[in-house]
């Protein structure tokens, strides 16, 4: 009797509901097991019963593209497939999802790219799992991001406004050699330093006030995901 109270506690604890097969085999909580955590996420919790076994919510793993992906191609609507191209276990060894399994997105909303260097913002909703013998798993989870959408990140932002800073900078030093030729040849110097940083201002002012980046991703390229509800896996053999 305290053995089945303590399991019924258990199933509450995990916001796991109890399952029945038709030959009607009750589920049983075996163990809680756990995922390699992702830094920050909110859970590593995995349950394991007779019949399943479940990644909880707040779970974080990375996923791949399968594709390349360009925000300006995409609309909403369309699907997107991710993959992961290695097993992903618990730290005690339980196969969860094996290798080639496949990860369907639909994007909900893309934010086209604005001035003042706003970047585009893609956001996506993974509805499902197809595992490498076809069968589908329902799954609700989103990027792990901090407005849950996927943008440039501030390396790709920062070389943006580098390479406008820098380009008319070089404009600005050939103009005020120009200049400087004009009356004296001897004033090459004073030219350069008037017109590198007239250049490199209007660089970098050019490069705040123009529109961001279009999100781009490659074939192969990881992002991360995150649980918004349990993920419920069938027993697999390694």
Not at 7 to 31: R, Y
Request: a positive charge; hydrophobic letters at 45%.
């Amino acid at each position: 009797m305290k053995k089945q109270i303590l399991i019924l506690l258990g199933l509450l604890i995990l916001q796991i509901p109890s399952f029945a097969t038709d030959n009607n085999v009750t589920e049983n909580v075996i163990s809680e097991q756990h995922m390699f955590q992702m830094k920050n996420a909110p859970s590593d919790k995995v349950c394991i019963t007779n019949l399943r076994n479940i990644i909880l919510k707040g779970n974080v793993f990375a996923v791949e593209f399968n594709q390349k992906f360009w925000s300006e191609e995409q609309k909403a609507g369309n699907n997107v497939n991710f993959c992961v191209p290695e097993a992903i276990y618990t730290q005690e060894g339980t196969l969860l999802i094996p290798a080639g399994s496949r990860f369907v997105a639909t994007i909900i909303k893309i934010e086209k790219q604005r001035i003042f260097n706003k970047n585009a913002r893609v956001y996506l909703k993974f509805n499902c799992l197809v595992l490498p013998d076809n069968k589908v798993i329902a799954m609700s989870a989103k990027p792990f991001t901090k407005d849950s959408s996927l943008k440039e990140g501030p390396w790709m932002t920062a070389g943006k406004l580098t390479g406008a800073t820098l380009g008319l900078g070089i404009v600005g030093a050939g103009a005020g050699v120009g200049f400087a030729f004009i009356p004296n040849p001897a004033k090459i110097g004073a030219g350069l330093a008037a017109g590198i940083p007239i250049g490199c201002t209007v660089g970098l002012i050019t490069g705040l006030v123009t529109p961001g980046l279009k999100y781009h991703a490659k074939a192969g390229e990881e992002i991360k995901i995150i649980l918004c509800d349990n993920l419920y896996l069938p027993k697999l053999c390694k």
